[in-house]
């Protein structure tokens, strides 16, 4: 019998990176009702843990994940779905530090919904994404009705879900689903280089600057351009005179000029 504690993988590493792995390949990183409660509880946990400032989220073999484990779907769909303690999807999009999804393999419907809670997506050569609800019967409920339209336009999305067909890395690309394709080998390298260069950057401000993206997106442009005003407005009135000087002085330093290209 699998122990759910080893079905989600959390790897804090010194750098600041935390890397989550759904590990459960023989049967294509399906969620089981535990894993879902548990995946929502690792990004509960990294969002409060000031030393992780980036995270990836990733699967092992052959798939991201294939979806939700059909053949405990009346538990999975008809229990405490309203709980959000235990809602991986709410719990992604509430982590403040910023995700970047590591695809290889499939990502079907629930696990299509998961990487489009990711902020940045990579995508090895042989990723293919699919929605199945409509096939399957099943309603969506982790946000694939509304995001999918909203990033490759309602046209394309209504195709892929109500088609049910895959979309290869190299189609998820042009359409601007995904930022990267590489090699499989070089996915997870991929996806830590982008990690680490968001950790390189001013770690307040990658936080303030994720949530104004991600709450000015769900807003028309005139609310989301005032909503960014306000922050902005905000954040400069709460800084303090040495915070202004040690802005200026990195600045200096950083537009300082150098030897190498």
Known sequence: MERSETLILVDREPSGIAVVTINRPKSLNSLTKAMMTDLAAAFRSLDGDAAVKAVVLTGTGRAFCSGVDLTAAEAVFKGDVKDEEKDPVVQIERCRKPIVGAVAGFAV????EIALA??????????????????????????????????????????????????????????????????????????????????RNNQDLVLRYKAVINDGFKLDLNNALALEKERAHNYYDGMTKEQFENMQKFIAGRNKPSSKM
Not at 109 to 112: N, P
Not at 120 to 141: C, K, N, Q, W, Y
Request: charge should be positive.
């Open 109 to 112: 419907t629930a696990g299509f």
């Open 118 to 199: 990711c902020d940045v997506l990579v995508a090895a050569e042989d990723a293919r994404f699919m929605d199945t609800h409509a096939r399957f019967g099943i309603f969506p409920s982790w946000g694939l009705s509304q995001k999918l339209s909203r990033i490759i336009g309602p046209n394309r999305a209504r195709e892929v879900s109500l088609t049910a067909m895959p979309v290869t890395a190299q189609m998820a690309e042009k359409w601007g689903l995904v930022n990267h394709v590489v090699k499989k080998s070089e996915l997870m390298q991929k996806a830590r280089e982008v990690a680490e260069a968001i950790i």
